[in-house]
């Protein structure tokens, strides 16, 4: 079977193509491609202004995406598209263009609604062959910490205000940081050269987390940066000696005493957000191995491609005798082709949809899916 999926939740906008052709052998990715709505940098992307690129780019890409898998509609069994969570108007340009396919070539009775969540996490699975894994969840608009059991992917933790991805994108606003190729992107290479550790608020509740706090804390410690290295306001923001650490890749010889007193820079605060927010979340990952006894951790969503993030779990996974598995930005980053695997899924189990009773919606949470075509 072959299906064409349509990914628009946020600002990338994701064909894929994907060909299965028996259960007992893997999927063949035909095409996979994606263009992202950039905003400028100090701004984030709105509803409106990426609702406006979808409409502009999906046709070619639709139409390059089939030229790329030399496939005709009449080779397709079922088109699949985000149904949510997502922003609206996005979700909205994206749905009215996959019922619009569907009608034109015939396939009105198979068009499939998908959860961006569920299109994750077994595009994650497929990719890293994970077999039953704890499932940590990060991107610009979730943050969940998931296990499967009894065909439904139960979640065991979340954000409660503002998700792990728009904590990050949100202060890169702040410093006015490229939004291009993406703002936690740029956050990762800043952080990378940051040489002190700021004391940032901790805020793990449970099996749950919150990112609200921290960011405020961080927004207001922004605005106390140095200029320049020959500022001389008393009030600048500089680094104490217990704020000092080695850098992560083992590059860095300056020694304490050299540095005390030193400037806080945007990459210190860059470095030290990446190192609080991180280490929360590989808390409440640890927490759901410990309470399900998994050996197995898969990091999906866009923040999940940053390799800092990825370090610190696959350190405490490596304690307890288990495995890290994730994926690169192909898969990781919002894309169609997770869209049309897990679409894909659902029509082989017998699953329908239709162009009459198809809907889009902003909240479509993760554990009200029914994963079938598991165990």
Known sequence: M???????????????????????????????????????????????????????????????????????????????????????????????????????????????????????????????HATNPIVLYVSGGNTQVIAYTSQRYRIFGEALDIAVGNCLDRFARTLRISNDPAPGYNIEQLAKKGRHLIDLPYAVKGMD?????????????????????????????????????????GDNETTITERKGALITPADLCFSLQETIYSMLVEITERAMAHVGSSQVLIVGGVGSNERLQEMMGTMARERGGNVYATDERFCIDNGIMIAWAGLLAYEIGVKGNVAESSCTQRFRTDEVWVGWRD
């Open 2 to 128: 072959i299906s064409i999926g349509l990914e628009g939740s946020a600002n990338k906008l994701g064909i894929g193509i994907i060909s299965h052709p028996s259960p007992s052998k893997p999927p063949i990715i035909l095409a996979n491609l994606r263009h992202t709505y950039v905003s400028p940098p100090g701004e984030g992307f709105l509803p409106k202004d990426t609702a406006k690129h979808h409409r502009a780019w999906v046709v070619r890409l639709i139409k390059q995406a089939m030229r790329q898998a030399k496939l005709k509609p009449k080779d397709l069994d079922c088109i699949c598209y985000t149904k949510g969570p997502g922003m609206g108007a996005p979700l909205q340009s994206v749905s009215v263009a996959a019922r619009t396919i569907a009608l034109l070539w015939g396939l009105e009775e198979k068009l499939i609604p998908v959860n961006h969540c569920v299109g994750h996490i077994e595009m994650g699975r497929t990719i890293t």
């Open 209 to 249: 987390c919150s990112f609200s706090g921290i960011l405020a804390r961080i927004d207001e410690l922004a605005g106390f940066l140095a200029i320049d290295e020959n500022d001389e306001r008393p009030d600048r923001l500089r680094a104490s000696p217990e704020d000092d650490v080695e850098n992560l890749d």
